[in-house]
């Protein structure tokens, strides 16, 4: 077992979700969320932030959720088992198997319930955690 999840790193390039997300999770899951606007910065901020959970945003422009995924694969340390779960409108059954297959707990669908995001992220998380 990981341990409480207490730090969270939310990569999501529309300020508006973002804002409702992190506020959410910081408000009523108590976690510490830092917020980037894209992949690119993600990656950079990684290291100094090292976050326990990465909630991630499928579709940004420049480079996308599943790129940044493999890319905080190829860096060394924590990066390369940070569990990461992606948020997107794109949730198909299929496209939530493909982004699993990528590496990824799980899929959050976007319009999520702020009421509920604490719970979708610790029972992903605790799925992860289970022998």
Known sequence: MAGPLHSILNVEDDE???EVAVM???MLGGFRVVHCAS???ALERFAAEAPQLVLMDVMM???DGPETL???REMPGAAR???VIFMTARAQVHEQAAYRSLGALGVIVKPF???RLTAEI???RESHDAP
């Open 16 to 18: 508006d979700i973002a």
């Open 24 to 26: 959410t999770l910081e």
């Open 39 to 41: 992949g690119c910065a």
């Open 61 to 63: 422009p420049g480079m």
């Open 70 to 72: 493999r890319r905080l």
């Open 81 to 83: 088992s940070v569990p």
């Open 113 to 115: 319930d702020p009421d």
């Open 122 to 124: 610790t029972t992903l």
